[in-house]
């Protein structure tokens, strides 16, 4: 005979975390809404997407006596939303779609919410991290600006198809067609120029090739529709890079605008000189961003190998300036994805490997590490002793942990970073490794002596 339901086996196992928590399913044009069912009948509601009912939502909400919010990152429609939200005062989750899957075959919108509501009401969803809100405004811009230099870029490809098809070969004799001599070479030619004498006496005197080679590359057949491509492409190229002027002042307003931490002229704790030579990209902004950084920051996040200024301005607008977000250097790394996840079982390491994560300041970090593989630094050392033994993959993952963890204790501390040599580094390796067979031979009974 079953028993009867007792008043314990009734009462819920998880204790309750946030009585007044809410969930939302937000789709392209309609908002489902869940609040706790002893505060409104029905307890689930749908709005529309419109900012008017964006208000009613928040309002509704706040009559609720709603606290905080949970809802899933789905594209941009959130933005509005939690950004209504949070302007009423409410405290507003973002949490990851992955962790707040429902059982199978019970997909729809209402239950959708409904789930996020109990799951938020018990503590267990996790809310995205999200910097401050002056970096956001900063992350925004610099988004747009990377998204310019992406659709500049295929203008150039433009370009660099449109000159073979008439057998120019200015490629072949410039390393970047959109540099001083190849731009002043294709604007004549757009303009109506065709000796190729001519158009090589606007070699730049840096240029490595001769005018004679020059010229001999610009020998071609200048057939109308290349040339109208040429045109076409050189138009584009020159407006983007417009844009990008002025975004880039508009980055340098927001700078302007936010509130200014450090001073670089200040004598106890100065910005030092630039340690770094030819590293300004064509793509960098013409502000100097490595100062506005110091400001933001009291550190020269610059001075670390393998971060330029437009690096460490990404990363800083992707992670912000506060490091008390996560608690130690592994918290940090391994919510960029760089620390190896371990898979346990019977108390055995199953399978060990790093999570795959769509993280902006880990894509800076990577990038970082692979551009000092080629350096005479401590770090380039590192990668190239790891790429040797477990391959380029792996050693760029390593590489970008390393300068994480340097990153997060620049920025916490506010210490200043101490580069260190390839010499130096082979020589502290060199004693690891001697101590390591110190040990080894200390253990079965041996001891070391100098060939």
Same mark, same amino acid.
């Given at each position: 005979?079953?028993?009867?339901d007792?008043p314990?086996? @009734?009462? !819920?196992?998880?204790p309750? &975390?946030?009585p007044?928590?809410?969930?939302l399913?937000?789709g392209?044009? /309609?908002?489902? #809404? ?12 749908s709005?529309?997407?419109?900012t008017?009912?964006?208000?009613a939502?928040?309002d509704?909400l706040s009559?609720c ?7 899933e990152?789905t594209?941009?429609?959130w933005?509005p ?5 949070e ?14 899957k429902n059982?199978?075959?019970r997909k729809s919108?209402?239950?959708?919410c409904q ?8 503590g267990?969803?996790r809310a995205?991290f @999200?910097? !401050?809100a002056?970096?956001v &405004?900063?992350r925004?811009?610099?988004r ?5 230099? /992406?659709?500049? #870029?295929?203008?150039?490809q ?9 057998n120019v070969q ?15 070479i ?5 303009a109506?120029?065709?000796n ?13 090739r001769s005018?004679a080679?020059?010229?001999?590359a ?17 138009a ?6 417009g844009q ?7 980055? !340098? ?9 450090f ?6 704790e100065?910005?030092?000189p630039d ?12 502000f ?7 400001q933001?920051t009291g ?5 670390v ?24 250097e592994?918290?940090f790394?391994?919510?960029?994805g760089?620390?190896?996840?371990n ?14 994560v769509?993280?902006?300041?880990a894509q ?5 590490a ?6 005479k630094?401590?770090?380039g050392?590192?990668?190239?002793r790891?790429r ?6 792996q050693?760029?993952t390593?590489?970008?942990h390393?300068?994480a963890?340097i ?13 260190l ?7 502290q390796?060199?004693?690891?490794e001697?101590k390591?067979?110190?040990?080894r031979?200390?253990k ?8």
């Open positions: 005979m079953k028993p009867k007792t314990d086996s @009734r009462s !819920e196992v998880w309750m &975390v946030c007044d928590a809410a969930g399913d937000i392209a044009s /309609e908002i489902w #809404a869940c609040v706790p069912a002893d505060r409104a009948t029905p307890a689930v509601r709005f529309t997407t419109f008017p009912d964006l208000q939502l928040a509704w009559a006596r709603v606290r905080t919010v949970a809802m990152s594209g941009v429609y933005v939303v939690f950004e209504v939200l302007a009423h005062g409410l405290e507003v989750d973002l949490v990851n779609a992955r962790h707040i059982v199978p075959g919108d209402v239950q959708d789930w996020i509501q109990r799951l938020h009401s018990y267990f969803l995205s @999200r910097p !401050e002056e970096m &405004v900063l925004a811009y610099l747009h600006r990377a998204m310019l230099i /992406e659709h500049r #870029a295929a203008h150039i433009h370009m660099q198809k449109a000159l073979p098809l008439m200015l490629p072949r004799v410039l390393s970047d067609i959109t540099g001083v001599t190849g731009m002043q294709i604007r004549a030619i757009v109506g120029e065709r190729p004498q001519v158009l090589a006496t606007f070699r730049n005197g840096r240029c490595q005018e080679e020059i010229a001999k610009l020998t071609g057949n200048y057939r109308a529709e290349p040339v109208f491509a040429l045109k076409q492409a050189l584009l190229y020159d407006a983007y890079s990008l002027q002025e975004c880039d002042e508009e980055i !340098e307003r927001q700078y302007a605008a936010t509130r200014l931490r001073d670089p002229e200040d004598p106890d100065p910005l030092g340690t770094k030579t030819n590293t300004h990209s064509k793509n960098a902004p013409d100097d961003v490595r100062r506005r950084l110091f933001l550190v020269d996040l610059t001075a190998d393998g971060l330029d200024e437009s690096a460490a301005q990404l990363l800083v607008s992707e992670i912000g300036t506060d490091m008390s977000k996560w608690p130690t592994k918290h790394c391994s919510w960029l760089l620390a190896p996840h898979d346990i079982t019977g108390g055995r390491v199953v399978r060990s490997r790093t999570l795959h769509h993280n902006r300041a800076v970090l990577r990038m970082a692979q551009s000092v593989g080629r350096g630094s401590a770090l050392a590192f990668y190239r790891l040797a033994r477990q391959g380029p993959e050693a760029t390593a590489t970008a390393k300068i963890r990153v997060y204790y620049m920025l916490k501390h506010r210490q200043p970073y101490r580069t040599s390839a010499a130096d580094y082979d020589e390796q060199h004693h690891r001697l390591s067979l110190q040990r031979a200390a079965l009974g041996l001891t070391l002596a100098p060939a």
